[in-house]
């Protein structure tokens, strides 16, 4: 585990950081001409912001995996959590269409929102790298005892061979590794840990139209 | 010395973007391209010779293990320095099997990479003439010396056929006359710079599609001559 951990972390972690470091060695030796200094400004924030969550995101999978990570469960409501993660997923929503599909009078769910709220960036984010770009649908409803969060998009779908690991940490997909899309794998297992400390589960399927929709469940207040 | 052409294949934008400018202020020529497939392509383009290919490993389409296997296997012997976020010692032995010529770790300190690159280029190989060489509609034909427009050949003198390859050969730099005469007619030439001109002359009205406003063979007032194909 340790050692997957290290060889497919550190080398995205190494992209970004190879970027801020020629940015920064062209800036300093006036490498760069006066009309191209605001793209280097925004390339090494850009940079920035892609390592923060990286390191964001392995801190969180270390505290989830050791069992140290303090929850807070508190009641919240279907539309704040979604409303926050859509929130902070911002920068990674900005060209693109968010469907909204939430039930009508939803009751609250016992949850850290912190973590819900993260697990719901995690799915969006997925959602626009592997997906179309362009479209994602989020949605809320009620199953039995819990509250189902999903997040679908328009893009290939999850190969069926797939379909038992993608939870697994580290797991990457065939097709992800071959096209050169970034990403940690370990995003989708966190969501699974975080939804069941929560007592609830996760779920994965592809649309009828494709495209593929993954799936958070926790369980309402009672 | 014409200037080294460097071939940069690399796919994270940020990169590719800092090592083009940085190698473009060290006086390198940098043509980039952003997956394997294009980058085989480009690496082993008959038109195209390079100096040196810097080549990321982890490329989409065709990873740069193949894209450096593939060249060598079409005999390219270009010089490859690999770039990669993999560390393991692994991948530098199986880069360097298949015919890389030197191999850097990303994040890699950007003296240490142009002091690699520098290396590699002393010690390669002259870059093999192209058999053609094409600009515009215009195709130079270095084997068999027969130039053609548009399809259609074009009568060059000798004399005009050993200035243009000089200009090709230098494209992109600015010529003093004096340099022209003393290369193309030779060093203990009697004619003066005025030769120079009436040639060009001669070789613009047979080349360019307007010899009053070329494209190619232009004037630098008060220096010389630049091509610029």
């Known amino acids: 585990m340790q050692m997957d951990f290290v060889a497919g972390v550190s080398h995205e972690l190494r992209t970004p950081l190879s970027v801020i470091r020629s940015a920064g060695e062209n800036l300093a030796d006036g490498v760069v001409a006066a009309d191209k200094t605001a793209n280097y400004g925004a390339l090494v924030r850009d940079e920035g912001r892609r390592l923060s969550n990286m390191v964001e995101q392995i801190l969180r999978f270390a505290g989830v995996e050791s069992g140290r990570a303090p929850y807070t469960f508190a009641a919240v409501s279907a539309s704040k959590l979604i409303e926050r993660a859509l929130e902070e997923s911002r920068a990674t929503l900005e060209n693109v269409v968010v469907e909204k599909q939430i039930q009508e009078a939803l009751p609250n769910v016992m949850a850290d929102e912190s973590s819900i709220s993260h697990c719901l960036q995690n799915l969006l984010g997925n959602a626009v790298k592997y997906g179309d770009g362009k479209w994602v649908r989020v ?35 065939k097709k992800a590794i071959n096209d050169q899309i970034h990403g940690l794998g370990i995003g989708l297992s966190l969501v699974k840990r975080v939804a069941e400390t929560h007592g609830g589960r996760v779920n994965v399927r592809n649309q009828p139209d494709g495209g593929a929709r993954f799936s958070i469940l926790i369980p309402v207040e009672e | 010395m014409p200037v080294s052409r460097i071939l940069l294949v690399e796919d994270e934008p940020g990169l590719l973007l800092t090592l083009t400018d940085r190698l473009i202020s060290q006086g390198y020529e940098v043509a980039s391209e952003s997956d394997g497939e294009s980058g085989l392509a480009r690496a082993t383009s008959p038109t195209e010779p390079f100096d040196l290919v810097l080549l990321d490993v982890m490329l989409p389409k065709k990873n740069g293990f193949e894209v450096c296997r593939k060249m060598r296997q079409e005999g390219r012997m270009t010089p490859v320095l690999m770039l990669t976020a993999k560390g393991q010692l692994n991948d530098k032995v199986t880069g360097l099997k298949i015919g890389a010529d030197d191999y850097l770790t990303k994040p890699f300190e950007m003296p240490e990479l142009l002091a690699r690159v520098e290396a590699l280029l002393r010690r390669a190989p002259e870059r093999p003439s192209p058999q053609v060489f094409q600009f515009g509609t215009i195709r130079v034909d270095w084997k068999t010396a027969a130039v053609s427009k548009g399809g259609q050949p074009v009568e060059l003198s000798a004399r005009e056929f050993q200035l243009l390859k000089y200009l090709i050969d230098h494209r992109g730099e600015t010529i003093p006359r004096e340099d022209l005469l003393s ?14 001109d009436v040639h060009m002359v001669w070789l613009r009205q047979k080349l360019e599609d307007n010899p009053r406003y070329p494209e190619f063979i232009i004037t630098m007032r008060g220096f010389g001559y630049r091509f610029g194909g």
């Open chain 1, 139 to 173: 949605e809320a409803a009620r199953q039995g005892a819990f509250i189902e969060f999903a997040v679908a998009d328009r893009g290939p779908g999850v190969d069926p061979a797939e379909k038992r690991n993608v939870f697994n940490p580290f797991f990457r997909g």
């Open chain 2, 183 to 196: 290369k193309v007619w030779g060093y203990d030439t009697q004619m003066n710079t005025r030769t120079v």
